[in-house]
């Protein structure tokens, strides 16, 4: 019994469909933030079942408490403190600590 998840395609065909549901995710949040998080909770599925990584970029942009697609100023707080970004979700109230990046000299 051949395992489909597995096959070589299917990796990079998941990435793509997540890089899509992010997408969509930010065309839908102003009129319906709700179809955003649903859009957010599929791209995480996709990700799982395949064992694929979400993105850098992309993983910031949701809450990994409430699965909710964050946007700053909206349902998220953006602060720096002692070299750290630090975003709040308003919905939960969940904390992410990112930290700042030095110059490479």
Wanted: glycine share 6%; proline share 7%.
């Amino acid at each position: 019994m051949a395992d489909t998840t597995r096959r070589s395609g299917s990796r990079r065909l998941a990435r793509e469909r997540i890089a899509l549901l992010f997408a969509r995710a930010a065309e839908f949040y102003p009129e319906n933030p709700g179809w955003s998080n649903r859009c957010v909770e599929l791209a995480r599925k996709i990700g799982m079942r395949h064992r694929v990584r979400i993105e850098r970029p992309l993983k910031r942009r949701f809450c990994r408490r409430c699965s909710t697609y964050l946007v700053p100023g909206s349902n998220a707080r953006v602060r720096i403190h002692r070299g750290c970004v630090i975003i709040t979700c308003l919905a939960c109230g969940h904390r992410s600590r990112y930290p700042v990046g030095r110059p490479q000299p």
